[in-house]
Every structure is written in C-alpha cells, then in structure tokens.
C-alpha cells in the first residue's frame, strides 16, 4: 500500500488537464511505443515527468478505472495471430470506462508496419448483441460475426494518462491489471507489473524517452488479451510466451504465471 500512496501523491503534483482539453490533442502521424516496468519506477518516473507532464482528471480523479472483455473464436484466431506474429492481425473487444460508464465495441488492427488503427461503437453494457448493427460492425472489419465468437477474457486496471505540454505526446500507463478467463474460470494478476504506451506525433522530441532511458526501461511489447490469456488457460499454444512470462517475472520481482 505505502507504494500505491507514493504514486498517488506524486500524481496531485502534476498539473492537471480536462478530458475537453484532451479532446485538442490530435496526433496525425502517430506512433504508439510500448515499455514494461514496475510501480518502484512508475514512482520515479512520476518524480522525473513533474514540470513537463499534465495528468488528465475526470470525476476529481487522476486514476481512471478501466474494463475490457475479449471476444474470440472457439478456435482462438486471435490469440494465434497474435502468436505465430501474423501481420496484418486483429483484436475484438467490449471496453468499458467505469467511471463514466461509457462501453464501446472495439475493433483493433495492426498492419504489417505496426501501425495499430481502432475502430468502435458504442454500446449501451458489456452484455452486447451479437446480432444487428453489432454483428455487422465487426463482420465489416474481421470478416466473421459476432455469434462466431463467445467472451474469452476479462481484465480490469487502473489507468493514469499523461500529456507533455507541448501536447506533441500522449502516455498512458496501466497497472493493477487483473484478469478473469471467461471459458476456464481462472483469475489472474500481473502484481506491480506497470504498462506504459507512449503515442506521439512523429519522431518530435520526447521528454519522456529520456525520463525512461534514465531508468533504464526498454521498449516491450506486452498485449493485454495475450498475457490474460497465457496465465489463464494452459491449454492454449503459448511457446512464443516463455520467454516473455521469464522476463515479466524479473520486472515483478515475483513470479507471474
């Protein structure tokens, strides 16, 4: 808890920006670096972005609360895309902000670039129908319908967005990410494990990447569904995920399986 207590101090010491004021910021060129840490370093790294980074805010708030429901197919076409590092691949998923209760049906794709696009609708809860304007949403895009897929994983985790105030860069970071595997029935948690996603406009100059670079944190990919999915379900094909688990255990300084 004393750590939880750290980082939520040294959040009411950024200056904060509206989600309005959010809605501004529009990369066009963007690109989306990803970085695997802890919550010891997102603590330094919140010392370190003081005078250089807003924190959004919403509700009084600088911690929002997140949920997300994987949708798959009785195959799991999706995690094995995403395992056998097929490009262009996709994601679908019912993400929910919780404390604006907003939900939205998402579509995700990579591109053989790793350009990652988004596209969704919003839906009224996580319980969606599958048919309708729904099924043909997602059938437009993966070229299969929602009632070929069923909820595979849940995850839920708080979330900290951070804007430089050049507003050339956006950082979210997520962390307590816990997850619930919808076909095992198995829960599982990544501990202090810290997700940080850089997006900015181009190659302009970050003061972030120098902040992480200080902290010695090397850009890592880490794909929520995969990870929930590895720790939950045994029976899925996951040699490509070994090696990974290996070097997200060290970071967490426990293990995580």
């Given amino acids: 808890m004393e750590i939880d207590a750290r980082i939520?101090?040294?959040?009411?010491?950024?200056?904060?920006?509206t989600l309005e004021q959010m809605s501004s910021i529009r990369l066009m060129n963007r690109t989306d670096t990803k970085f695997v840490t802890n919550k010891e370093n997102l603590a330094r790294l919140l010392e370190l972005a003081q005078g250089k980074y807003y924190a959004q805010f919403n509700n009084d708030s600088r911690i929002a609360n997140y949920m997300t429901t994987y949708w798959d197919t009785e195959n799991h076409r999706f995690f094995l895309e995403h395992h056998n590092g097929r490009a262009p691949r996709q994601k679908v998923r019912v993400r929910t902000y919780m404390d604006s209760d907003l939900t939205f049906l998402e579509v995700k794709t990579k591109n053989n670039h790793g350009r990652?696009?988004?596209?969704?609708?919003?839906?009224?809860?996580?319980d969606i129908d599958v048919q309708g304007t729904n099924g043909e949403f997602v059938e437009g895009l993966v070229h299969q319908g929602l009632n070929e897929m069923h909820p595979t994983v849940r995850n839920q985790f708080h979330r900290i967005t951070l804007v430089n105030y050049e507003k050339t860069e956006r950082l979210t970071i997520d962390y307590d990410v816990h997850f619930?595997?919808?076909e095992t029935g198995t829960d599982a948690n990544v501990g202090p494990l810290v997700i940080i996603e850089l997006k900015r406009d181009g190659n302009v100059y970050s003061p972030v990447l120098d902040i992480l670079r200080t902290l010695r944190i090397k850009p890592s990919?880490?794909?929520?569904?995969?990870?929930?999915?590895?720790?939950?379900?045994?029976?899925?094909?996951?040699?490509?995920?070994?090696?990974?688990?290996?070097?997200l255990s060290k970071l967490a300084k426990t293990k995580i399986n």
């Fill in 8 to 17: 939520n101090d040294l959040l009411q010491y950024l200056e904060p920006i």
């Fill in 180 to 182: 619930y595997n919808m």
């Fill in 221 to 247: 990919g880490f794909s929520k569904y995969c990870i929930g999915s590895v720790m939950t379900n045994k029976k899925l094909k996951q040699n490509i995920f070994k090696e990974k688990m290996i070097v």
């Fill in 116 to 126: 990652t696009k988004k596209k969704r609708v919003e839906v009224p809860s996580q």
